[in-house]
Nanobody, 120 residues
């Protein structure tokens, strides 16, 4: 059984900063891409940023230059540093990871989500 547990969400003022964390645990053989998605009320879930096991990153245009994704492979964790957030960044943020539990089994896992509210 694999679990992704997010932490760090909450209320942040526009222009402030917030750091999200996500740790994977369970029967893990290897972790490939990890990332963050978000879903605002009435909208579809969208990619915020992802990172490969080698450290290559990819960002949504709307967060480039403001958010930074990083990971610690030893801790099986991924982080999202949110700087200068805007009210439109308000959403539930979900951690994602592509995880192998054996040589033959590899699938996508999701956290339960953490709410980020950007408001003054």
């Amino acid at each position: 059984q694999v679990q992704l547990v997010e932490s760090g969400g909450g209320l942040v003022q526009p222009g402030g900063s917030l750091r999200l964390s996500c740790a994977a645990s369970g029967n893990i053989f290897d972790i490939y891409a990890m990332g963050w998605y978000r879903q605002a009320p009435g909208k579809q879930r969208e990619l915020v940023a992802d990172i490969t096991s080698g450290g290559s990153t990819n960002y949504a245009d709307s967060v480039k230059g403001r958010f930074t994704i990083s990971r610690d492979n030893a801790k099986k964790s991924v982080y999202l540093q949110m700087n200068s957030p805007k009210p439109e960044d308000t959403a539930v943020y979900y951690c994602h990871a592509n995880i192998a539990t054996s040589w033959f089994r590899r699938m996508d896992y999701w956290g339960t989500g953490t709410l980020v509210t950007v408001s003054s």
